[in-house]
């Protein structure tokens, strides 16, 4: 097995006071030690190769796991291991076989050049120069960043500094890629842009990505199984298809009539509709379907009908809210 | 090669450092005016006619030379931002980007120091041999090559003690969040501690014995009173004996409380 994570648990002892000024006051003398457990309990196998997205609320607990499953912090509890190796005990091999990449932390020197900071880990993972040169020729010209390697860090776009973070954390051919919200505050092409050379990379050099955002697109285009993580437990772990149809009671329907002809009154079965490109979008009760497709064609002369599952954003949205 | 590595950081570093070249400018300006000072505080302490008795012997000649030596060494062997770089690096969960690298976040702050060091000497160098020009009347020359190359090796040792005191300190930051008040504390108190305020040996026998077996003295006092000859071999041998010991002491603990700092490291701010 490619990473083994079992029963891990991961407790935080967090230092917790009274709000206001005087609990500002009062805890300069006696803090309350809190145990706020991040991670409860969770197990799963990455086999190499694979792709897999971590979904979840802010603080359900997909960072802490990721912080695990790259070393930066020991799990309190339960067993890791990725190749072999145990992330915690930050053995150099284990190193040079993973990286991770952080939107909002910077693994490049911002006064130098991107190409100083390659240079750099050319040196610190041991590159062999012809091969180092192949690397970052391939990735910078699939990026579309050939001409701003040379440029200062600190004048690169954000968009631009994120192909630069992908580009310094994969010169090394690591094994496994771990990314923390790779496409975090960048514009919809640059995250589009991410996407696709994610998923290329991933299909040509068959590296194990693991990655976690909030953009649900960056995880459906990216990810082909999803880990779905909500208050430490992990609640699902399946394809998107699966998560909609364990999560989901609903299906999806898109009427349009000939004669532009409204829908007054709501078939039994549907839950919620609305008026989408001169016809109706409605979310309809799965057991309800043969009811609301025969009224639907009662109605009139239709135009177009589209029959589908619920998106993935729709169902993640509903387990948010608890239903 | 493993040193390479370390080679190639202080090299990347080193030009990331020469980006601001203004600071170059200011640190010589800032440097001055608190050295000025302190010649004049001599100067008129010597004025009013102290005898030279109650100053344990030093001459105006040699108080100057160590006040200018002092100032020199002080300047030089103590990296100001490193406990305050060190402890926000942890607090705001940067060291996560050195944990993932394979080389260790000791290593690469003492290649960061080397760099730094090079940089000041470079910057400090030609100001201070402006200084030494202008009381070159005062400024004690020392032409006993002996003492002038033990003289050589002290300095690097001191930076190195200063480095891991500094270093230390910084590590608390696993288990206290915040260390900037520490910081204003500990850089005066262990200037003072150094002989960075007035020569250790001002202070009584007790004082001064028992300070020269805390690490503080050999970040300045001993250089300075190497280059000062105000040591007999029998000393510095001895002396130099306890600093070589409280360089492996500072190693280990640096190791210790490092260990044991990452275990409680929540790589927050990711």
């Not at chain 1, 917790?16 to 805890?27: D, F, T």
């Not at chain 1, 997205?53 to 802010?58: Q, S, T």
């Given at each position: 097995m490619h990473i083994q994570v079992e029963n891990v648990v991961k407790d935080y002892k967090i230092n917790s006071k009274e709000q206001g000024l005087k609990g500002s006051v009062k805890g300069l003398f006696t803090r309350e030690k809190k145990i706020v457990r991040?991670?409860?309990n969770i197990s799963f196998s990455i086999e190499e190769g694979e792709c897999v997205g971590f979904i979840g609320e802010n603080g359900a607990g997909k960072t802490t796991t990721i912080k695990m499953l790259s070393g930066l912090i020991y799990p309190s509890q339960g067993s890791i291991e990725v190749f072999n190796y145990?992330?915690?005990?930050?053995k150099k091999e284990f190193k040079k076989q993973i990286s991770l990449v952080m939107g909002n932390k910077s693994q490049l020197w911002w006064d130098l050049s991107a190409f100083e900071s390659f240079d750099l880990q050319r040196v610190l993972y041991d590159i062999p120069k012809a091969d180092f040169k192949k690397r970052l020729d391939r990735l910078a010209e699939t990026l579309n960043v050939t001409a701003l390697i040379e440029k200062p860090v600190r004048s690169l776009s954000l968009g631009e500094r994120m192909k630069m973070e992908l580009i310094v954390s994969l010169l090394y051919n690591p094994r496994v890629l771990i990314l923390d919200e790779p496409t975090i505050g960048l514009d919809l092409n640059s995250q589009k842009n991410i996407r696709k050379f994610l998923r290329e990379f991933n299909q040509e050099n068959k590296t194990t990505v693991i990655m976690t955002s909030h953009y649900l697109e960056d995880i459906e285009t990216v990810c082909d199984r999803l880990l779905f993580i909500q208050k430490g437990k992990l609640i699902h772990d399946g394809t998107k298809d699966e998560i909609i149809e364990r999560f989901s009671q609903d299906a999806r329907i898109y009427v349009r009539y000939k004669n532009n002809i409204a829908i007054t009154d709501l078939p039994k079965g549907v839950t919620s509709i609305k008026p989408k490109d001169e016809g109706f979008e409605l979310h309809i009760n799965k057991e309800e379907y043969n009811n609301v497709i025969r009224t639907l064609l009662n109605l009139g002369d239709i135009d177009k009908l589209d029959i589908g599952g619920m998106s993935l954003e729709h169902v993640v949205e509903k387990i948010y809210g608890g239903e | 090669m493993q040193i390479s590595k370390y080679l190639s950081i202080i090299k990347v570093s080193m030009q990331d450092n020469l980006e601001y070249r203004f600071n170059f400018f200011t640190t010589f300006i800032f440097m001055i005016a608190p050295l000025a000072v302190h010649i004049c505080l001599w100067s008129t302490v010597y004025g009013v006619g102290v005898s030279e008795a109650n100053l344990s012997n030093y001459s105006y000649q040699m108080m100057i030379t160590y006040t200018i030596l002092g100032h020199c060494l002080d300047k030089f062997t103590g990296d100001v931002n490193l406990q305050l770089r060190v402890s926000s690096e942890i607090r705001d969960g940067v060291i996560s980007k050195y944990l993932l690298l394979p080389v260790s976040y000791f290593n690469t702050n003492v290649s960061y120091l080397i760099t730094n060091r090079m940089v000041y000497f470079v910057t400090l160098i030609i100001p201070y041999l402006l200084v030494i020009f202008c009381f070159r009347s005062q400024f004690m020359f020392n032409s006993d090559p002996m003492y002038f190359l033990i003289f050589t090796i002290a300095i690097p040792a001191a930076i190195f003690i200063s480095f891991m005191v500094n270093h230390l300190i910084a590590l608390a930051t696993f288990w206290l969040k915040d260390v900037s008040s520490l910081y204003v504390f500990t850089q005066s108190t262990f200037s003072f501690l150094a002989g960075?305020?007035?020569?250790?040996?001002?202070?009584?026998t007790w004082a001064f014995n028992l300070l020269m077996h805390?690490?503080?003295?050999?970040?300045?006092?001993f250089p300075a009173a190497i280059y000062m000859k105000k040591l007999d071999p029998g000393q510095i041998k001895y002396y130099g004996m306890i600093a070589c010991i409280w360089i492996v002491v500072l190693l280990i603990l640096n190791s210790i409380v490092w260990k044991c700092g990452v275990k409680r490291y929540s790589a927050d701010g990711m």
């Amino acid at each position: 097995m490619h990473i083994q994570v079992e029963n891990v648990v991961k407790d935080y002892k967090i230092n917790s006071k009274e709000q206001g000024l005087k609990g500002s006051v009062k805890g300069l003398f006696t803090r309350e030690k809190k145990i706020v457990r991040a991670v409860d309990n969770i197990s799963f196998s990455i086999e190499e190769g694979e792709c897999v997205g971590f979904i979840g609320e802010n603080g359900a607990g997909k960072t802490t796991t990721i912080k695990m499953l790259s070393g930066l912090i020991y799990p309190s509890q339960g067993s890791i291991e990725v190749f072999n190796y145990k992330p915690a005990d930050r053995k150099k091999e284990f190193k040079k076989q993973i990286s991770l990449v952080m939107g909002n932390k910077s693994q490049l020197w911002w006064d130098l050049s991107a190409f100083e900071s390659f240079d750099l880990q050319r040196v610190l993972y041991d590159i062999p120069k012809a091969d180092f040169k192949k690397r970052l020729d391939r990735l910078a010209e699939t990026l579309n960043v050939t001409a701003l390697i040379e440029k200062p860090v600190r004048s690169l776009s954000l968009g631009e500094r994120m192909k630069m973070e992908l580009i310094v954390s994969l010169l090394y051919n690591p094994r496994v890629l771990i990314l923390d919200e790779p496409t975090i505050g960048l514009d919809l092409n640059s995250q589009k842009n991410i996407r696709k050379f994610l998923r290329e990379f991933n299909q040509e050099n068959k590296t194990t990505v693991i990655m976690t955002s909030h953009y649900l697109e960056d995880i459906e285009t990216v990810c082909d199984r999803l880990l779905f993580i909500q208050k430490g437990k992990l609640i699902h772990d399946g394809t998107k298809d699966e998560i909609i149809e364990r999560f989901s009671q609903d299906a999806r329907i898109y009427v349009r009539y000939k004669n532009n002809i409204a829908i007054t009154d709501l078939p039994k079965g549907v839950t919620s509709i609305k008026p989408k490109d001169e016809g109706f979008e409605l979310h309809i009760n799965k057991e309800e379907y043969n009811n609301v497709i025969r009224t639907l064609l009662n109605l009139g002369d239709i135009d177009k009908l589209d029959i589908g599952g619920m998106s993935l954003e729709h169902v993640v949205e509903k387990i948010y809210g608890g239903e | 090669m493993q040193i390479s590595k370390y080679l190639s950081i202080i090299k990347v570093s080193m030009q990331d450092n020469l980006e601001y070249r203004f600071n170059f400018f200011t640190t010589f300006i800032f440097m001055i005016a608190p050295l000025a000072v302190h010649i004049c505080l001599w100067s008129t302490v010597y004025g009013v006619g102290v005898s030279e008795a109650n100053l344990s012997n030093y001459s105006y000649q040699m108080m100057i030379t160590y006040t200018i030596l002092g100032h020199c060494l002080d300047k030089f062997t103590g990296d100001v931002n490193l406990q305050l770089r060190v402890s926000s690096e942890i607090r705001d969960g940067v060291i996560s980007k050195y944990l993932l690298l394979p080389v260790s976040y000791f290593n690469t702050n003492v290649s960061y120091l080397i760099t730094n060091r090079m940089v000041y000497f470079v910057t400090l160098i030609i100001p201070y041999l402006l200084v030494i020009f202008c009381f070159r009347s005062q400024f004690m020359f020392n032409s006993d090559p002996m003492y002038f190359l033990i003289f050589t090796i002290a300095i690097p040792a001191a930076i190195f003690i200063s480095f891991m005191v500094n270093h230390l300190i910084a590590l608390a930051t696993f288990w206290l969040k915040d260390v900037s008040s520490l910081y204003v504390f500990t850089q005066s108190t262990f200037s003072f501690l150094a002989g960075g305020y007035f020569t250790l040996d001002l202070l009584p026998t007790w004082a001064f014995n028992l300070l020269m077996h805390t690490p503080f003295p050999y970040i300045l006092y001993f250089p300075a009173a190497i280059y000062m000859k105000k040591l007999d071999p029998g000393q510095i041998k001895y002396y130099g004996m306890i600093a070589c010991i409280w360089i492996v002491v500072l190693l280990i603990l640096n190791s210790i409380v490092w260990k044991c700092g990452v275990k409680r490291y929540s790589a927050d701010g990711m």
